[in-house]
């Protein structure tokens, strides 16, 4: 039995309405992954991080609190919380997360800048305006909340002067390159994936890994974006030898999202037969989406090691952290 959806739901989409994404970060929580790196705000070409990466362990948080309320009587409360919600913002009470969780995610954007500098592509950061791109709302159905968020983001862009979007997740490569654009006539940016702009660079490597890992594709970037030899590409080079598992590419298995905030349970036993297969090709599993990351890491047993691809390509393309 799933927690109660309409009142799950009616809380994500209420936080996108009235605070600007569906797990409403502080500001300070959202670009402090920034610190120390220096990145000019804005320009024509910015890093699009879509508050996803931020968000993660938020999301983690969550869906364990709402597995305990699976089936018991005291989801009957849920109501009473969406109605609450739209007073106060119970986001940090329902997904609160540990500092090293939180740290842990965020560095995957440091990594990701670092390999963006490393490699001489030029880039801005709109630190405030760094809008949650709504994936979430889309993925659940919230059809008007989105559209009204998408056009939100536009006027961002336009504001701005953005021309070109590097992108750090699949699911906000997604909402920008083909689902906004979608949606809303004359939003007109190049959006691209970190991965594809690394691979077309081709950064020099500086150190080769020499190990063998196998890969989750996210079944964003493997069916609807196309990011597939990319990813590969960068990691070959950089000394990764890759053991395939046999549903890899557009074949990929499912991580268990995004249900895992309305049916935790069914999204964990999803996520416990992906992580088999994986442990099958090799127990170290390599992700490139910080939903899929997180799902798969849940429910992993010890012996499986599972980390995003910028935690490899940090380490064979850029330069060490001072």
Not at 11 to 27: C, E, F, I, Q, V
Not at 108 to 125: D, E, M, Q, S, V
Not at 159 to 166: A, D, L, N, S, T
Not at 174 to 196: Q, T
Request: charged content about 25%; glycine content about 8%; hydrophobic content about 40%.
């Amino acid at each position: 039995m799933p927690v109660p959806i309409q009142s799950t739901l009616g809380m994500l989409g209420d936080n996108l309405r009235k605070r600007g994404s569906a797990l409403p970060l502080s500001r300070r929580a959202a670009m402090a992954w920034t610190r120390g790196l220096d990145i000019p705000r804005g320009g024509e070409t910015v890093l699009y991080t879509g508050q996803m990466w931020q968000m993660a362990p938020a999301i983690n948080a969550m869906t364990h609190r709402l597995a305990r309320f699976e089936g018991s009587r005291l989801s009957g409360l849920f109501g009473f919380a969406r109605r609450m919600n739209r007073l106060v913002n119970l986001t940090p009470l329902l997904a609160r997360s540990s500092a090293a969780e939180r740290q842990a995610y965020t560095d995957r954007l440091r990594n990701i800048a670092r390999l963006l500098k490393a490699a001489g592509i030029p880039f801005g950061y709109l630190y405030e305006d760094d809008l949650y791109a709504g994936g979430l709302a889309h993925d659940e159905g919230l059809d008007t909340v989105f559209v009204a968020h998408a056009k939100r983001i536009q006027a961002v862009l336009q504001r701005h002067g953005v021309k070109r979007v590097i992108t750090v997740d699949p699911h906000t490569t997604n909402m920008l390159r083909s689902v906004i654009p979608k949606a809303l006539p004359g939003f007109s940016v190049e959006v691209k994936s970190y991965l594809e702009v690394l691979a077309e660079r081709a950064p020099p490597v500086r150190r080769s890994l020499d190990r063998s890992a196998t890969m989750h594709d996210s079944c964003v970037y493997a069916r609807y974006e196309g990011v597939l030899a990319e990813p590969r590409a960068l990691l070959a080079r950089g000394g990764v030898r890759l053991d395939e598992t046999e549903m890899s590419g557009p074949l990929t298995f499912c991580c268990g999202g995004p249900a895992e905030m309305l049916f935790p349970s069914r999204s964990a036993d999803v996520a416990r037969r992906r992580v088999a297969q994986l442990k099958a090709a090799n127990p170290e599993v390599i992700t490139a989406c910080p939903l899929c990351l997180a799902n798969l890491s849940r429910v992993a047993e010890p012996d499986v090691r599972i980390r995003d691809i910028s935690d490899y390509l940090v380490e064979a393309y850029a330069p060490a952290e001072a």
